[in-house]
């Protein structure tokens, strides 16, 4: 088997092997949205749960944009919305369910895959471009 045969054996192999490698389907489109995300990320790292102002406020979207996105999180299992009242005054307050803090949880995993694999192609990258810029001078 020639150099060029076994090289080209090789490189099929392990295209084999990565098929599907940069899918990422854990990226879950319901999640993926900016501001869901955003929803999200405040939720978390507020596990009593935030009112709805101050939900509205964190993500800096409108009273009827926060009320759709939460509809959907709250359709897909992902939040609970509590209604209630606070000094007779109504209070709505958003939390993660367990199903969303998990689910939040393994989204997070996978977009920190994403990050790292970006990040060991741009060291590649970065890599390759020393090696070219190394002996280049400008004229």
Do not use: W
């Amino acid at each position: 088997m020639s150099d060029a045969t076994r090289n080209h054996s090789s490189t099929a192999d392990d295209t084999s092997r990565q098929v599907g490698r940069f899918a990422y389907d854990g990226l879950d489109r319901v999640l993926h949205e900016r501001a869901r995300l955003g929803i999200l990320t405040s939720l978390a790292t507020h596990p009593g749960g935030l009112p709805f102002n101050d939900l509205k406020e964190l993500c800096a979207l409108t009273d009827g944009n926060l009320s759709r996105h939460l509809q959907l999180l709250e359709q897909s299992g992902l939040v609970e919305i509590e209604k209630g009242y606070d000094r007779n005054r109504p209070l709505t307050t958003c939390r993660l369910t367990r199903q969303g803090r998990a689910r939040f949880l393994e989204y997070i995993a996978v977009l920190e895959q994403v990050v790292a694999d970006a990040a060991a192609a741009d060291g590649g990258m970065a890599a390759a471009r020393s090696r070219t810029s190394a002996g280049f001078s400008p004229a």
